[in-house]
């Protein structure tokens, strides 16, 4: 698999029609931990199946970012069915990342 950048005009389709649950992952490209998540990200995108993996960068969809009180980042978030599951705020190692896809999967 891999992981879908999303804009504002794609997110509430791709979030809502998903039949998997869909981790969003708020990134810019000045922010180092941002930078640091994102290698993770796409190996467990290539690893599970069972999620699908996507990022917006905050710069260009900053309503995004807004509407989903996006203050800090890296932040993830978790849909399921198209309503917010869950969320993370600050770097994941894979561990921590898989850990936190299982709680709520």
């Known amino acids: 698999m891999s992981?879908?950048?999303l804009d504002g005009k794609l997110f509430?389709?791709?979030i809502s029609k998903s039949e998997k649950p869909v981790l969003v992952d708020f990134w810019a490209?000045?922010?180092g931990p941002c930078r640091?998540?994102?290698?993770?990200v796409a190996e467990l995108s290539d690893e599970r199946s069972d999620v699908r993996?996507?990022?917006v960068n905050v710069d260009e969809?900053?309503?995004?970012?807004?509407?989903?009180?996006i203050d800090?980042?890296?932040a993830l978030l978790l849909f399921k069915g198209g309503s917010l599951e869950d969320k993370a705020v600050?770097?994941?190692?894979?561990?921590?990342l898989n850990a936190f896809l299982d709680k709520n999967l």
């Open 72 to 74: 800090a980042i890296p």
């Open 53 to 55: 993996f996507c990022k």
């Open 3 to 5: 992981v879908t950048e």
């Open 90 to 96: 600050g770097f994941l190692s894979k561990g921590e």
């Open 12 to 14: 509430d389709d791709e």
């Open 61 to 69: 969809a900053q309503p995004l970012a807004i509407r989903y009180g």
């Open 36 to 40: 640091s998540l994102a290698p993770v």
């Open 29 to 31: 490209p000045w922010c």
